[in-house]
């Protein structure tokens, strides 16, 4: 039992051994287990925390960037909206009154410039709400050609904003763009008062308290008037046309000002608030625009709102909720004197135009096939007055009384139309009857060689000169039977069919200006009547200036067809037509410009440019004339000039012009850059100077010892007398050939002048070959004059008083020619046999005499009546035209009224009536 009890208590014990082995074991794996996820637990909560930190650590890293990006862009677009700011009011539109200038003392705006906005304060945005991204921006408010205004809140600061955009407005526009009216029935006015100076120029006008119904009324019907015969149904609104249409705003912008106080305005009259209904529909497209304190404008699109708050800031429906901090208004005094600036400024009228102004943007891009169209100054609004020379409209006439800018008014038209049209469309020709020397500055001179491209011919200081204008209309009419000839063979009957049939052909359009050309003698009349006539068709036109009434009486006497085209100075008589005034009250520099013979209705205001004229005072030193290049002695007798036009001319001082290193004029300026856009081969333009005294060209001065006898001798030397006054330029010649009367008689008493005639005739036969002198001299006051010459011919005999029989003894046959050179043969009445022997037969026998008389009288006692026959060609210096018939081969003298080196020349064997020619001057330095 014991045993029993004993296995069983080891069977038991046995178990509970092993149950608590087993349960041990499984302490131990659950101990292990627990163990383990305790360490996994751990490792999770690690993991857990380092993806925290890893997550805010990015995101972090994404806030940061994204704020970042949004700063960049923030500040990318802040700029953008503050350059659009400051582009939308620019100047002062937008400026501090600090430095505050209207825009057009600054050179802007342009003419009928669209208008913008107008800075009324700032707004402060900050996107962020932290102050690093804070940017403060201008507060723009629309007004002309925008909106209109309808302004609340506290009355001081609305009136502030009224002031602010008033004055911005008129600033940013041209004095008179703008026009305001103010109805302030509590203040009369006086809330605005700093403007007041503005109603002197009439841009502001008051209405008084009973006058709002007829103020609406009057817009309204402006409003009407405006869409009706200004937009005319073809544009939207002022704005739109002035954007499409070159020139200035057809009509100003009204800005209307209504301070009208609440109670007011709730009693408004149904009539009114409907007027002022329309108005705000549809005053803004016809630049009218309401500014209005206690009204309430509706809820029309046109109105801008702003409303002053308690705080002092302000809201606009055009910007927002954000809160505008209000611009200090403009100082009063500020206010006062740009309106007293722009009154004046419109008083003074548009800025004058400047020569430039009229020059096209690129040069000679013009074709004149159809006309000549070119501005010569500036209307009243600032626009360039435009004026055409066609084959309808061909002729000008410029009209204006001495100093009153004629000759300006012809440099600025030249200037005008030669930036415009090149040498191959225009050739101008210019001739000045006046002593002034007007265009001399369009001809090369000292250290000034240019000249204008288009200039062909000019004649200067013409007053004793009518022969060179004449042979100018003689040379333009030959021009136009030229034209004519061609436009016949091609069977047109236009310039502008001609230059199309015959395109490689040279037809510019010709304009000849004559200033105070004096038109009495009948052929000028004739050839200025047939160019008037038949000019156009061919491309030729007129412009005649005068300074009194007679040459408009001319040109109407004379029936001068096709000078519609009027431009009258100020007061200038018979330009216009009867009772047509508008000359004798338009300021100085200031033209009438009547395309419709001066009819009142034609009338046109123009402002013109200076042109610099004032450099054109005439000098005191004469020029060097022209010169022919041709050897002497081989020109076919009656025309000593070959060579076409122009003529060329030795550079030399001419009258008129700026000393060198003087400021080039504007005229100047422009013709020097013409000149160097010329053409190759183009050579300078012939002119003419009255002024000035040709010397004796070294062609005919014989160049050295006298010619062998051996050399050739021509069949009938030509004897230079003088330059001859003709188109092409030349001198005039005396052939003296083995033929009866072959013998030059020199007449009056200017001694020195008859000497010169003398002395450049033997020394241009000296130059042209071997040939004996005989130099005489019975004249005292000749002598030095004399015995110079024979100095300086290559070999010469002398003869005096008491030597002068050996010179009709030493007479020789020879096979040169022998010229005796006679000074007073009158002093040796022993001699006249001989001499009238000698004239007689001489000259078949190649001897020839060039003598100075004082007088006819003394050269008829010398000759007798009948020896006159012997002498076939004379010069006649200060002799009148009736003294010189015996002389004459038609009844009476030769029209001819002596004047200061000019001599008239007549050879018998070539000439039907004489011709004046201007003694050379042979000797200019004193001996
Ligand atoms: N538009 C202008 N602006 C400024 N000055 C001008 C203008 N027109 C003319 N002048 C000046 O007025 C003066 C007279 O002008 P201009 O010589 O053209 O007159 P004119 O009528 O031809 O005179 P004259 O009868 O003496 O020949 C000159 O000094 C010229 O510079």
Redesign the pocket.
């Known amino acids: 039992m014991g045993n029993h009890r004993n296995a069983l208590v080891a069977a038991v014990r046995q178990e509970l051994a092993e149950a608590r082995g087993t349960a041990r074991a499984v302490l131990a794996a659950a101990e292990s287990a627990r163990g383990e996820s305790q360490r996994r637990r751990q490792l999770v909560r690690e993991a857990y925390a380092t993806c925290l930190t890893q997550l805010a650590e990015a995101r972090d890293a994404a806030r940061r960037d994204i704020l970042g990006r949004f700063r960049s862009e923030a500040r990318r677009l802040t700029g953008i909206v503050e350059l659009a700011a400051t582009l939308c009011a620019a100047g002062a539109a937008g400026a501090p009154w600090r430095t505050w200038t209207p825009t057009w003392n600054t050179g802007g705006p342009d003419r009928g410039a669209s208008a913008g906005l107008l800075r009324i304060g700032t707004i402060a945005y900050d996107p962020d709400g932290t102050d690093r991204t804070r940017v403060t921006l201008p507060a723009l408010l629309p007004l002309l050609d925008g909106a209109h205004l309808e302004l609340g809140g506290e009355q001081s600061a609305v009136d502030g904003i009224i002031s602010t955009v008033l004055l911005r407005a008129l600033g940013t526009t041209r004095p008179g763009e703008v026009h305001v009216t103010v109805f302030d029935p509590e203040q009369l006015g006086g809330t605005l008062a700093a403007f007041g100076p503005l109603g002197n120029a009439g841009l502001l006008s008051l209405v008084g308290p009973g006058g709002l119904g007829a103020l609406l009324d009057g817009l309204v019907e402006h409003i009407c008037r405006v869409n009706e015969t200004v937009l005319a149904g073809e544009y939207g609104s002022l704005a739109a046309l002035t954007a499409a249409t070159p020139g200035p705003r057809p009509e100003p912008w009204r800005l209307i000002v209504l301070l009208v106080d609440p109670a007011t305005a709730a009693e408004l009259p149904a009539s009114q608030r409907a007027q002022l209904d329309r108005i705000v529909r549809t005053g803004v497209g016809c630049g009218v625009h309401l500014v209005v304190r206690g009204l309430d404008l509706g809820t029309q699109p046109t109105v801008a709102r702003v409303g002053v708050r308690d705080d002092g800031t302000a809201v606009s429906s055009s910007i927002g909720d954000l809160p505008i901090r209000l611009d200090a208004p403009p100082p009063a005094e500020r206010i006062a004197g740009f309106c007293r600036a722009a009154t004046e400024h419109l008083h003074a009228g548009p800025p ?1 135009a400047r020569l430039s102004d009229l020059e096209p943007e690129k040069l000679w891009t013009e074709s004149s096939a159809y006309g000549l169209l070119a501005p010569i100054g500036a209307g009243p609004d600032g626009a360039l007055v435009e004026v055409l020379l066609d084959d309808h409209r061909p002729h000008a006439l410029i009209g ?10 012809v ?2 038209w030249l200037a005008s139309l030669a930036a415009r049209y090149g040498p191959d469309e225009l050739a101008v020709y210019l001739l000045d009857g ?1 002593d ?1 020397g ?1 265009f001399a500055q369009c001809v090369p001179g000292p250290g000034e060689p240019d000249w204008l491209p288009q200039l062909h011919l000019a004649g200067i200081n013409l007053t004793g000169d009518p022969e060179f204008g004449l042979a100018v209309l003689r040379h333009l009419g030959e021009e136009l039977r030229h034209r004519a000839q061609a436009a016949k063979r091609y069977g047109v009957a236009t310039l502008a069919e001609l230059r199309t049939e015959d395109p490689g052909g040279q037809w510019p359009r010709i304009v000849a200006v004559l ?1 105070e050309f004096p038109p009495e003698a009948a052929e000028v009349v004739a050839l200025l009547a047939d160019l008037a006539r038949r000019g156009p068709a061919q491309g030729v036109h007129l412009i005649l200036t005068t ?1 009194d009434p007679a040459g408009a009486e001319f040109l109407r006497d004379a029936g001068l067809p096709g000078f519609q085209l009027r431009l009258a ?1 100020p007061k200038a008589e018979g330009i216009l037509a009867d009772g047509n005034l508008a000359a004798a009250v338009i300021p100085r ?1 200031h033209a009438v410009v009547n395309t419709d013979a001066g009819s009142a209705s034609a009338n046109r205001i123009v ?8 450099l ?1 005072a005439p000098r005191a030193d004469p020029g060097p004339q022209p010169v022919l290049p041709e050897s002497p002695g081989h020109l076919p007798p009656g025309d000593p000039t070959p060579g076409p036009l122009p003529g060329y001319q030795t550079p030399g001082p001419v009258h008129g012009y700026p000393a060198p290193g003087s400021t080039r004029s504007a005229w100047r300026a422009l013709q020097h850059r013409l000149w160097r856009e010329r053409p190759d081969g183009a050579v300078p333009p012939r002119w003419f100077d009255g002024h000035a005294v040709p010397r004796l060209p070294e062609a005919y001065r014989p160049a050295g010892q006298a010619p062998d006898s051996t050399a050739r001798v021509g069949c009938s030397p030509g004897a230079v007398l003088g330059e001859r006054v003709d188109v092409p330029p030349g001198p005039a010649r005396l052939r003296l050939g083995r033929m009866p009367g072959r013998n030059l008689a020199v007449l009056g008493s200017r001694t020195a002048e008859a000497c010169d005639v003398l002395a450049a005739a033997a020394l241009s036969l000296a130059a042209q070959g071997p040939a004996r002198f005989s130099v005489a001299c019975l004249h005292p006051a000749a002598e030095r004059a004399a015995t110079r010459l024979a100095g300086e011919l290559p070999q010469a005999d002398w003869y005096d008083h008491d030597t002068v029989a050996g010179l009709f003894d030493n007479l020789v046959a020879a096979d040169i020619p022998h010229y005796v050179l006679g000074y007073g043969f009158g002093a040796a009445p022993a001699y006249r046999d001989r001499l009238r022997a000698l004239l007689a037969d001489g000259p078949e026998r190649r001897v020839h005499v060039l003598a100075w008389w004082r007088s006819v009288a003394r050269l008829r006692e010398t000759l007798g009546g009948a020896g006159l026959d012997r002498v076939g060609a004379w010069v006649a210096l200060d002799v009148p035209g009736p003294e010189l018939s015996p002389l004459f081969p038609h009844t009476g003298g030769p029209a001819w009224s002596p004047r200061p080196r000019r001599a008239l020349f007549f050879d018998r064997s070539v000439h039907r009536f004489p011709e004046v020619i201007i003694p050379y001057e042979v000797h200019s330095d004193p001996t």
């Open positions: 004058t204006g009384p001495p100093g009153s800018g004629r000759t300006n008014l440099y600025a006046t002034s007007s200033d300074q100075l520099f402002r013109l440019p200076d042109a610099g004229t004032q054109a």
